[in-house]
């Protein structure tokens, strides 16, 4: 019944046996207790579960655990790891991103993702970016606001030494 | 380099949210984030049919599957007099089903696992034999003789009407037609939507069985009601259940009322013994709990030939579904539809409404809305645009010249309200020169020529929001009012309990912002603390813009009353009579000598440390707050669309939103709440429906038929405001969080409408999609 995977969770190592049906947003939920990836549609269509594998943006509600075994999952736990919020989570507080907070670790994740690909986006960029999540409280203005500011953080940030280190933890 | 000082908080500070350091950290904790030792899961087989009898259920297979515990039928609950329960509109409703089922996702059985996986594989090996009976799925039909008959269980019930309602002077309203000049008349369907949270409801029932206390972690907007109500539904001794509301993703109506999965989880860990959990998924969210709306309005409106409104008559139908459990005040059938005159003063007005079962979803929630004043504000809206297609007027125009002016409020409304405060023309002033109207309707009649379709729509709406007063308006019996228990502790820093409940409004920073205005104590100083029954004060909770307008005015007189303790207290210190002390944001001083001074830090201390003789330690207190009258909040949207011939599709090009909610407490925090509202009020206009085939089958049961907005779809809003205090709130606020998904569907339709209103085309019901457009000019010949 069982197989045996692992994961590179967040830099960590982690193996378990889990069923072959067991979808990875359960195995980050369930057995590694990293609560802050949330599940709102079971369809691949709110993005409330998306997490990072191998640098993409991922549903993890559409995604088997045993798919993910070998690779590397970040999830929003890790943004702010040794303690200094990530360029991206201070934009979505500093600009009223975000109001219930259960489509945030998600939406977070999804324009890292962007900000990596396309670090000047457009206004049309993020939208496009962020359209396979959804968010039912801010009518993502503010999520728009806070990519942009996210952005231009995290260029003037690349210009000192400090930036390396936190673009190495995202 | 100037170093910016920052915020203490104070009203009309957008100081950042508290509450965000865990959200952007993933350290919330909603529902679903609570795993307890021991821990069982549930599943819910739900009916596949929308009516059918059932004729025997056969659940050997699914008690046999490794790591089941329980199947939970009706017959089971029928044991424990929990088959049947009430709802909020004094009805009652099926918790498992004995009979039959009533509608397509309606709960008929329960699995109680060690696994959730195994819960449901289970839970879908469960047999039901089913009879299947004709489906109604509109009140016009169930409401037809011969109907098949809904409820038959329950006494008296002979046909498929719920109610009657009616408000206004029925006379005075048939004088002022027999008087009119033209009669405007609009038909008009506000269809069924879903107000689809992001997180869905569930529950973690935990009841320890040696000492019987039921602590229910739920998804709720009001657990100190549902605490009751569950006390009386369950006979479970109201001290021993503690009521925990944690993180919520959001609620907007949909977490108001009880839903059978609660019930039955409770009841299985009572019989368990273990925590059950269940959390809903997508589906059963959308198929099963609060839908809103439904409702089949039709409007008339009498004018003189100058374009004054004289008199209003509107009839309504609501289609309910199967149970009737509005989430309503109780003396209001149709909740406050009867604000139906809007902005306007019309002097004469009638309302008649009559409710239907259907083999439906029951629900009726006010989805981001005070009772029914969204579809209120729709038809009027909607009829106001038609007068004004009819006359050959301009929008805004008739719309000036019906106003309710400045100098009228408070005014008596003829459906029995008494508005506090407004300054309708000034919002809309503000709306139309923010938007550059006049050039745009030049704009539109340059198109216009060319025979390009552009419409500007134009909606001003006022709400009617924050019940009570406790004596017109209750839930269940239980008075809307509302409460908060403030402490400050000897260091200065504060805890500020409520009775209300945020789903992501931001209550830890506003309602802190309300205590720093008032004791002068910073927001970063005070932990407000909401959702737990053991340890907050009762209240009604949050839903129908209710939290600022009485929740918040409970936090400014319970500060008040502190502070008049701390004044007491400040005169000891300095040594002067309490008659010469006087307090300015946080300070005391000896009038006259501003020099002389204690903090409000320094007077937190002394209650504790240093008091007058026979004063009482502690520096807290409670207040129950009963509203004098309700809030109006209001304001004017505007929507600039084009429409293509060729395919029917509309592109929002601008809106621009001018809201008046009275004082802000938080600019920021409101403005993000206009946002939401307007994307949802988007979202209704253009892409929310849940509708039903003939067979009762729901078609809307996940995100891929049920549309909603995404970042691309929805438009950028420009925002405007004007600030008409409330007279009788505390800190004149009015509340904020549904205006704009009350006011802005109106203004998308009516700027559609505005396109297309001179080639014939005078109603186009929601949702406004492509297809209906392209329909319409194609039925006038004016499709490409």
């Known amino acids: 019944m069982g197989h045996s995977i692992t994961v590179t969770v967040n830099g960590e190592k982690k193996t378990a046996e889990v069923e072959p049906r067991l979808l990875l947003v359960h195995f980050l939920r369930e057995k590694l207790r990293l609560t802050g990836t949330h599940i709102g549609c079971d369809t691949t269509h709110c993005g409330a579960c998306t997490v990072l594998v191998e640098g993409t943006p991922v549903k993890s509600c559409t995604m088997l655990a045993v798919q993910a075994d070998g690779q590397q999952v970040t999830t929003v736990e890790a943004l702010a790891a040794g303690g200094t919020l990530h360029p991206i989570q201070a934009a979505f507080k500093q600009e009223h991103g975000l109001q219930c907070g259960f489509c945030t670790p998600g939406m977070m994740l999804t324009s890292i993702a962007l900000l990596q690909e396309k670090p000047d986006p457009t206004e049309d960029d993020i939208r496009w970016a962020l359209s396979g999540n959804i968010c039912r409280c801010t009518g993502y203005m503010n999520i728009v606001k806070a990519v942009k500011s996210a952005a231009v953080q995290m260029k003037t940030a690349a210009a000192t030494p400090e930036a390396a280190t936190a673009a190495a933890r995202s | ?784």
């Open chain 2, 1 to 784: 380099m100037a170093v910016e000082t920052p915020l203490k908080g104070n009203i009309g500070d957008s100081i950042r949210r508290k509450e965000d350091d865990r959200f952007i950290r993933g350290r919330g904790n909603y529902l679903d984030d609570i795993m307890l030792p021991g821990m069982l899961h549930m599943a819910i087989h739900r009916s596949p049919f929308a009516h059918a009898r059932i004729k025997s259920i056969n659940t050997e297979a699914a008690s046999a599957v490794p790591g089941v515990i329980a199947v939970v039928t009706g017959a089971l609950l029928a044991q424990h007099k929990l088959a049947w329960m009430p709802t909020l509109s004094g009805d009652t409703q099926a918790v498992l089903v004995t009979d039959k089922v009533r509608f397509q996702g309606q709960e008929v059985a329960c699995v109680i696992a060690t696994d959730p996986y195994v819960a449901r594989d289970a839970a879908a090996l469960i047999e039901v034999d089913y009879e299947v009976l004709p489906a109604v799925v509109s009140p016009q039909n169930a409401l037809k003789p011969g109907a098949p008959l809904i409820r038959d269980e329950k006494e008296g019930q002979t046909n498929n009407h719920i109610y009657h309602w009616e408000a206004g002077d029925k006379a005075k309203t048939d004088e002022a037609f027999s008087k009119a000049d033209r009669v405007v008349k609009l038909d008009t369907f506000y269809p069924r939507c879903h107000p689809s949270p992001l997180e869905t409801c569930g529950i973690v029932a935990d009841i320890n069985s040696a000492t019987g206390h039921a602590t229910l972690y739920m998804t709720s907007q009001a657990p100190h009601a549902h605490r009751t109500l569950f006390a009386i539904v369950a006979g479970l001794p109201e001290q021993n259940i503690r009521i925990i509301s944690p993180d919520i993703g959001g609620g907007f109506g949909n977490k108001v009322p009880i839903y059978p999965g609660y019930v039955v989880a409770t009841a299985a860990s009572l019989l368990i013994g273990k925590p059950v959990k269940w959390v809903e998924d997508r589906s059963e969210n959308l198929i099963s709990t609060g839908f809103a709306r439904d409702f089949h309005m039709s409007g008339e409106m009498a004018l003189s030939n100058e374009g004054r409104m004289l008199g209003l008559r509107v009839k309504l139908l609501s289609d309910n579904g199967a149970f009737y459990a509005d989430a309503q005040p109780t003396k209001f059938k149709a909740g406050l539809f009867h604000i139906v005159t809007g902005s306007y003063d019309v002097a004469a007005a009638h309302v008649e409404a009559d409710g239907a079962y259907t083999n439906k979803a029951p629900g009726g929630v006010a989805y981001r809305c005070s009772f029914r004043v969204t579809e209120a504000s729709y038809l009027i809206e909607r009829l106001v645009e038609n007068a004004a297609i009819e006359m050959k007027m301009d929008p805004a125009d008739i719309r000036l010249k019906n106003f309710i002016q400045p100098d009228q409020f408070p005014y008596k409304s003829a459906t029995g309200f008494e508005y506090d405060s407004g300054n309708y023309p000034k919002a809309m002033q503000v709306a139309l020169d923010k938007l550059g109207y006049q050039e745009l309707r030049k704009e539109q009649a340059e198109k216009r020529k060319k025979g390009e379709l552009m419409g500007i729509g134009v909606a001003s709406f006022t709400e009617v929001v924050g019940a009570g007063p406790g004596k017109q308006y209750d839930i269940a019996g239980l008075r809307m009012f509302d409460s908060a228990e403030l402490r400050v502790h000897p260091t200065g820093k504060a805890i500020l309990k409520l009775g209300v409940k945020s789903q992501g409004q931001g209550h830890e920073t506003t309602f802190a912002q309300i205590v720093t205005e008032e004791l002068g104590i910073p927001a970063a100083d005070v932990e407000v603390q909401e959702g737990d029954t053991d340890n907050t004060p009762y209240g009604l909770g949050t839903y129908a813009s209710r939290s600022t307008p009485v929740g918040g005015a409970a936090t400014a007189m319970v500060s008040r009353k502190l502070r008049e303790k701390a004044k007491k207290i400040a005169a000891h210190l300095l040594e002067a009579s309490e008659a010469d002390i006087e307090f300015d944001h946080g300070k005391f001083f000896v009038r006259g000598s501003p020099s002389k001074s204690k903090t409000i830090q320094d007077v937190a201390f002394a209650a504790y440390t240093n008091l007058p003789d026979g004063m009482e330690a502690g520096l807290e207190g409670v207040t129950y707050y009963d509203p004098p009258n309700m809030t109006y909040p209001f304001g004017t949207y505007l929507v600039v669309v084009d429409i293509d011939r060729g395919t029917g599709q509309v592109k929002v090009r601008r809106m621009v939103a001018v809201d008046d909610c009275g004082v802000r407490i938080n600019p920021m925090v409101v403005e993000g709440q206009i946002h939401g509202g307007l994307t949802e009020g988007f979202g209704i206009a253009f892409m929310q429906l849940i509708t039903f085939d003939e067979e009762g089958n729901c078609l809307g049961s996940n995100f891929t038929d049920y549309l909603l907005p995404t970042a691309w779809e929805t438009p950028r809003f420009e925002m405007g405001e004007t600030v008409t205090p409330s007279p009788h709130h505390p800190i004149g606020a009015k509340g904020v969080g549904e205006s704009a998904t009350v006011g802005s569907p109106a203004a998308f339709v009516n700027a559609v409408i505005d396109a297309v209103g001179h080639l014939g085309i005078t109603n186009i019901d929601m949702p406004v999609t492509s297809d209906k457009v392209w329909e319409a000019l194609n039925k006038v010949g004016a499709a490409e």
